[in-house]
């Protein structure tokens, strides 16, 4: 199933439609779908598809060869030509005879492997496509972020040479929850908060299965497909992913603040600072999010941050499958989820369901308050929490409290958020649009309140346009 990919696929066909030469840089971690995506929006179209691996830089010469010939045709002219430069000149020829022609090279940081002078020669070849308008369409793909984000550096010889740089982040809540035909809302919430929004884990689910039969199949039994992949995300950039892991289980497990992960996971004898490198990696990866709370006045300047997890799968793994590693390997699939997962998913799903509630704001905010929001964040003080806060274009602002609980929420829990906002210094002048999320319902006491200035909202509502 392929859904969403909206803005990805117009940009995409945008730039295959261009009469000039167009150079895409695309990026995103592994799993997120470029190539699916890539290959959809080439339907139709002249086009030749290379996905790199790692061999050789002549067998990928050779590899990719092929693939213009299974795209193109064969040509004895082809077969006469070597070396990199020669066949960016077959390409440039082909479009320069036959009109637009679009050219990927997926998984590119693998060509460059072994062959470090490959963005330089890319480069001169670029430039005289563009000196000449030759209806060109390069695609460079990777699943290495801080590689491909590279390519666009200024000391890179590509800087600059990009007519559009592409991420291709995971699929919204409101997206995964497509792939989940037949689950009601509340279930689908808590499939994206256990799965994340990869469209290569969501493709394994069974809908006719329930969450909890996923789960075992696809995560705790013998053999399942995502029991270890964390580890092989890891392993795929790092030569040693302990101590990566280690931060990552870390948060996984609450220990949002700089200080709290430097004590669970460096010696006493390592300078905290030593840690950076690994939480600016992580980063770069996507696998770890950094958060400032919006009421900080200079947050370049502020060490009032947070880290999170930035994949719901991740932190699922970390909090439940981890733990659990030495039984899992026993054979005990079903009882670690009825004894040490089941009985703690509506705690974990706390966290996720903010997660949400955010995205929310930030993404579908316009469809109940009239405009978008320019920013949606969260803020943080030493005795309370807000767990949606931001500002919509036209200047008003929101706070939002979000309760997973199984009773109905009530006039309690606005009275909480009203007092919070009136103490936070962020709504200081305001009159803020007030949010409640809950994944039951609410009070019909506090239902008759419903107004302009304050919104219910369930599952479904998250879910429906």
Same mark, same amino acid.
């Given at each position: 199933?392929?859904?969403?990919?909206?803005?990805?696929?117009?940009?995409?066909?945008?730039?295959?439609?261009?009469?000039?030469?167009?150079?895409?840089?695309?990026?995103?971690?592994?799993?997120?779908?470029?190539?699916?995506?890539?290959?959809?929006?080439?339907?139709?179209?002249?086009?030749?598809?290379?996905?790199?691996?790692?061999?050789?830089?002549?067998?990928?010469?050779?590899?990719?060869?092929?693939?213009?010939?299974?795209?193109?045709?064969?040509?004895?002219?082809?077969?006469?030509?070597?070396?990199?430069?020669?066949?960016?000149?077959?390409?440039?020829?082909?479009?320069?005879?036959?009109?637009?022609?679009?050219?990927?090279? %997926?998984?590119?940081?693998?060509?460059?492997?072994?062959?470090?002078?490959?963005?330089?020669?890319?480069?001169?070849?670029?430039? %005289?496509?563009?000196?000449?308008?030759?209806?060109?369409?390069?695609?460079?793909?990777?699943?290495?972020?801080?590689?491909?984000?590279?390519?666009?550096?200024?000391?890179?010889?590509?800087?600059?040479?990009?007519?559009?740089?592409?991420?291709?982040?995971?699929?919204?809540?409101?997206?995964?929850?497509?792939?989940?035909?037949?689950?009601?809302?509340?279930?689908?919430?808590?499939?994206?908060?256990?799965?994340?929004?990869?469209?290569?884990?969501?493709?394994?689910?069974?809908?006719? %299965?329930?969450?909890?039969?996923?789960?075992?199949?696809?995560?705790?039994?013998?053999?399942?497909?995502?029991?270890?992949?964390?580890?092989?995300?890891?392993?795929?950039?790092?030569?040693?992913?302990?101590?990566?892991?280690?931060?990552?289980?870390?948060?996984?497990?609450?220990?949002?603040?700089?200080?709290?992960?430097?004590?669970?996971?460096?010696?006493?004898?390592?300078?905290?600072?030593?840690?950076?490198?690994?939480?600016?990696?992580?980063?770069?990866?996507?696998?770890?999010?950094?958060?400032?709370?919006? %009421?900080?006045?200079?947050?370049?300047?502020?060490?009032?941050?947070?880290?999170?997890?930035?994949?719901?799968?991740?932190?699922?793994?970390?909090?439940?499958?981890?733990?659990?590693?030495?039984?899992?390997?026993?054979?005990?699939?079903?009882?670690?989820?009825?004894?040490?997962?089941?009985?703690?998913?509506?705690?974990?799903?706390?966290?996720?369901?903010?997660?949400?509630?955010?995205?929310?704001?930030?993404?579908?905010?316009?469809?109940?308050?009239?405009?978008?929001?320019?920013?949606?964040?969260?803020?943080?003080?030493?005795?309370?929490?807000?767990?949606?806060?931001?500002?919509?274009?036209?200047?008003?602002?929101?706070?939002?409290?979000?309760?997973?609980?199984?009773?109905?929420?009530?006039?309690?829990?606005?009275?909480?958020?009203?007092?919070?906002?009136?103490?936070?210094?962020?709504?200081?002048?305001?009159?803020?649009?007030?949010?409640?999320?809950?994944?039951?319902?609410?009070?019909?006491?506090?239902?008759?309140?419903?107004?302009?200035?304050?919104?219910?909202?369930?599952?479904?509502?998250?879910?429906?346009?």
């Amino acid at each position: 199933m392929f859904v969403g990919r909206v803005r990805e696929m117009a940009a995409l066909r945008g730039e295959f439609d261009r009469e000039k030469p167009s150079l895409v840089v695309m990026y995103g971690r592994r799993r997120v779908g470029k190539s699916t995506l890539l290959q959809r929006a080439m339907e139709g179209r002249r086009h030749v598809y290379y996905q790199a691996t790692r061999v050789t830089d002549a067998d990928s010469q050779a590899l990719l060869k092929a693939s213009i010939t299974q795209g193109l045709g064969s040509d004895a002219l082809l077969d006469a030509v070597s070396g990199w430069e020669g066949i960016f000149a077959y390409l440039r020829a082909a479009a320069a005879a036959g009109g637009k022609l679009v050219i990927t090279l %997926d998984e590119f940081p693998y060509l460059c492997d072994d062959n470090s002078a490959l963005p330089s020669i890319i480069q001169k070849v670029w430039d %005289d496509v563009v000196r000449v308008g030759i209806p060109l369409k390069l695609v460079l793909c990777g699943s290495h972020v801080a590689f491909m984000e590279g390519l666009l550096a200024e000391k890179n010889p590509l800087h600059g040479r990009q007519t559009r740089d592409l991420e291709v982040g995971p699929l919204s809540f409101r997206e995964a929850a497509e792939m989940l035909p037949g689950w009601k809302p509340e279930a689908a919430l808590r499939g994206y908060g256990v799965f994340g929004g990869m469209p290569y884990y969501l493709a394994l689910l069974d809908p006719a %299965d329930d969450l909890a039969g996923n789960v075992r199949r696809l995560v705790l039994e013998d053999g399942a497909p995502l029991r270890e992949e964390p580890l092989h995300l890891l392993q795929a950039e790092l030569n040693s992913p302990a101590r990566y892991a280690s931060i990552l289980r870390a948060v996984a497990d609450g220990l949002t603040v700089r200080g709290e992960i430097v004590n669970r996971v460096m010696q006493k004898d390592e300078q905290s600072s030593s840690i950076t490198p690994y939480l600016d990696r992580l980063e770069q990866m996507r696998l770890l999010r950094r958060m400032y709370s919006l %009421d900080v006045a200079a947050p370049e300047k502020s060490r009032n941050t947070r880290y999170f997890l930035n994949d719901p799968f991740l932190a699922f793994h970390y909090r439940f499958v981890l733990p659990n590693a030495s039984a899992l390997q026993a054979g005990h699939a079903e009882s670690v989820y009825r004894l040490g997962i089941e009985p703690h998913l509506d705690d974990y799903m706390g966290e996720r369901f903010e997660e949400i509630c955010r995205a929310w704001a930030e993404l579908h905010g316009q469809e109940r308050l009239g405009v978008p929001a320019r920013v949606a964040g969260k803020i943080w003080a030493a005795d309370y929490d807000i767990d949606v806060a931001g500002e919509l274009l036209d200047g008003r602002r929101i706070a939002g409290e979000c309760k997973w609980w199984r009773k109905l929420a009530g006039a309690n829990v606005l009275a909480d958020l009203a007092r919070d906002t009136a103490r936070n210094r962020y709504y200081a002048g305001a009159d803020p649009v007030l949010l409640l999320f809950t994944r039951t319902g609410f009070t019909p006491e506090l239902k008759a309140r419903q107004s302009d200035g304050l919104h219910l909202l369930t599952p479904a509502d998250l879910l429906t346009a």
